[in-house]
T-cell receptor
Framework: AQSVTQPDIHITVSEGASLELRCNYS??????LFWYVQSPGQGLQLLLK??????LVQGIKGFEAEFKRSQSSFNLRKPSVHWSDAAEYFC??????????????FGRGTQLTVWP | DAEITQSPRHKITETGRQVTLACHQT?????MFWYRQDLGHGLRLIHY???????NKGEVSDGYSVSRSNTEDLPLTLESAASSQTSVYFC?????????????FGPGTRLTVT
């Protein structure tokens, strides 16, 4: 069965510091992988996605993620965090076949706090 | 601009009452989804639809129902609200799967069952 694990519930970084949010997935085939961000009281916004090809994908707001098949990971990174990046981040894997086509399986989320 | 809206944004109801949450999208997307978000659980799928007259159960569908009479709307009904259904509910829509188009999320409905 598909599943997503985000090991870090809460991460705190200083503004300007680098950031890495971890995501591990379980899926039987080539996964469709996504990172979403949710600001307080808002819906989810797509940061980036991976389907195939280059394993390093670029997203919006200066974020990037690297797909590592051998580690079943899709970690999100940003070289220099801004205070406006404080939010909750969700990793998700998409089902590409059968009766669950199109559905997303989400991790529990990582809450990011940014210190000034 | 095309968008996805949810109403109401906030709702307080009593245990046992029937509640309907509305979801409306103007992209003409065939695929629509309802998720609930609870602390420590991320988002979990309640129901989804691939088109008019099509509905499917997700992983947490007990106590919920949906109907799809047109492309734009997928209302979610809680048949008899329970305190365990206190949550934030998100609707999403998606064009197709050929290139795994983005799922667009609504702003959410915060439901409290007292």
């Amino acid at each position: 069965a598909q599943s997503v694990t985000q090991p870090d519930i809460h991460i705190t970084v200083s503004e300007g510091a680098s950031l890495e949010l971890r995501c591990n997935y379980s899926y039987g085939a080539t996964p469709y992988l996504f990172w979403y961000v949710q600001s307080p009281g808002q819906g989810l916004q797509l940061l980036l996605k991976y389907f195939s090809g280059d394993t390093l994908v670029q997203g919006i707001k200066g974020f990037e993620a690297e797909f590592k098949r051998s580690q079943s990971s899709f970690n999100l990174r940003k070289p220099s965090v801004h205070w406006s990046d404080a939010a909750e981040y969700f990793c998700a894997v998409g089902a590409d076949r059968g009766s669950t086509l199109g559905r997303l399986y989400f991790g529990r989320g990582t809450q990011l706090t940014v210190w000034p | 601009d095309a968008e996805i809206t949810q109403s109401p944004r906030h709702k307080i109801t009593e245990t046992g009452r029937q509640v309907t949450l509305a979801c409306h999208q103007t992209w003409n997307h065939n695929n629509m989804f309802w998720y609930r978000q609870d602390l420590g659980h991320g988002l979990r799928l309640i129901h989804y639809s691939y088109g008019v007259q099509d509905t499917n159960k997700g992983e947490v569908s007990d106590g919920y129902s949906v109907s799809r009479s047109n492309t734009e709307d997928l209302p979610l009904t809680l048949e008899s609200a329970a305190s365990s259904q206190t949550s934030v509910y998100f609707c999403a829509s998606m064009a197709g799967f050929d290139s795994w188009d983005e799922q667009y999320f609504g702003p959410g409905t915060r439901l409290t069952v007292t």
